[in-house]
């Protein structure tokens, strides 16, 4: 009973022994169910623990709204360095959160509570020379012995704000994945890594774009402000009803496309460089941590 | 000599006494033809000369880059606590600068030296009943004996500084007036005073859209950040080609309109309430003080 409150009240602060941990596996069940039951959101640890167990593989859009939510990737050890200076040179599109030690799938206690990346996102993509193998729900077995894991911020972490500022969002409504789209905007090269941008975009009203705008840039470490309002042919997207990932979403006659740099830009990057082996998130199912949104706001 | 390199190095700080005034006067002729020789910028107080002297009656835009630009009006004592108010209702449309003491011309000393709000704006709309009687150059015969002179800041106020940052304006291009239209967004009504809001317009990059705002954002006494980004026919706007003020610019591919809050918004609500007597600056004829753009910004 003291640990269900516990669980429902989950904050970066609350950190539980592993005996506790032990017993919310049991108790989350029923906690589960009863914060559902009342209609309420989910902490990020009742959260991951659905996801582990095998209860959600959905897109995590509005899931967990207040919490820093990151894309995944991992690579090998010998394709880390390139990649971390990837991020280090885009850091818009790969703005890095976190990044594991060499062979573990922990990231730090202080960004989630008994996390294990192999289990915790609700749908993983394998990449094999640049190729898309497959799309599964735990990647257990797929994990290579020297992996590294990075822990990308983003755009799906200032959700709860913008809906705070009542700025809806289209795809949570509409109960879709966020459309993404490549684009023509080049990162910089680093080592064999190289390619283009991804952005995602959301229909904002025309007059609620310079709130979006001033929003969207306290968040730096989850893509920042839009890379381009309107104007969707200039960065290359040719077809608003075909994103490249996810779902189209209707645009109103009073909204403009906002385009922000997507954390699947790795994705691309890693196809576009034809990386020999990679772990990634599946697009718009990510990793929701313990960490508030706004905690690195300045 | 030594004043006419004053003249040239003029900033707030440098406060001529009346007989360097005078002399200035004098010296202003040569002083100016050698700036202008040498393709150098007019610093404000050889500006205002120049304008009072009937020598320049255009307009303001791109004038005297860096300066705090502002739209003037003028009321009789019995309406200016109405109006004095609808600017603390309505401070996006109407950031108040400075308000002079009844019966007098001149702005403090502190924001423009010797200067004479009857002589020192290029050009002068006068108000009728609502009604615009005529367009002067000065207006020492109209000027009220009981006149209270209201400073509205400018949106010409930040454009070096969207300049400096590689955003370029149409306008000035172009060889144009900016263009402004009347909008369907109320003005919180004050008294007697009601209407709609005017809005200037800029096109603007896509890619370029987020810098713009974060950069308008910083200058809230010159109308601070977009109202509205694409979507003209949302805030009332049906034909971009035929503004109600100035002159209609080119919107490239690659552009979206920018629309920002406008200091002619006084002169819709002065026509849309019929106030009695009143002037104005001439649409995109502004009054250019010698304070800093940035001196307000935060």
Redesign the interface.
């Given at each position: 009973m003291q640990i269900a409150e516990n669980v429902t009240g989950c904050t970066p602060s609350n950190t539980p022994s592993p005996f506790q941990l032990r017993e919310l596996k049991l108790a989350l069940p029923n906690a589960l169910a009863k914060s559902q039951a009342k209609g309420s959101k989910l902490a990020p640890l009742q959260f991951r623990s659905l996801v582990r167990n095998g209860h959600y593989n959905g897109t995590t859009n509005g899931q967990c709204p207040g919490y820093l939510q990151c894309n995944l990737v991992v690579l090998r050890k010998s394709e880390a360095f390139d990649f971390m200076l990837f991020c280090q040179r885009n850091p818009q599109a790969c703005p890095l959160v976190e990044v594991c030690d060499v062979g573990s799938p922990h990231p730090p206690e202080s960004l989630a509570i008994g996390a294990d990346l192999r289990t915790d996102i609700p749908k993983y993509s394998i990449y094999k020379g640049g190729v898309l193998e497959k799309e599964i729900t735990d990647v257990v077995k797929e994990w290579p012995e020297d992996s590294v894991a990075f822990l990308v911020g983003c755009s799906f972490t200032y959700d709860s704000a913008l809906l705070q500022a009542n700025i809806p969002l289209r795809s949570v409504e509409e109960g879709k994945n966020v459309p993404m789209y490549r684009t023509n905007i080049p990162c910089c090269d680093a080592g064999s890594l190289k390619g283009n941008m991804v952005v995602s975009m959301k229909p904002i009203?025309?007059?609620d774009?310079?709130k979006e705008?001033?929003l969207t840039?306290k968040y730096p470490h989850a893509h920042g402000?839009?890379?381009?309002?309107?104007?969707?042919?200039?960065?290359g997207i040719q077809d608003l009803n075909n994103p490249d990932w996810g779902d189209a979403v209707e645009i109103r006659?009073?909204?403009?496309p906002v385009f922000h740099a997507c954390g699947v830009t790795p994705q691309n990057i890693l196809i576009e460089s034809k990386v020999e082996f990679a772990i990634t998130h599946a697009p718009g199912h990510m990793f929701v941590t313990d960490r508030l949104s706004d905690e690195k706001v300045f």
């Open positions: 009203k025309g007059v774009v310079a705008v001033l840039n402000a839009p890379v381009c309002v309107g104007c969707p042919q200039s960065i006659k009073d909204e403009i």
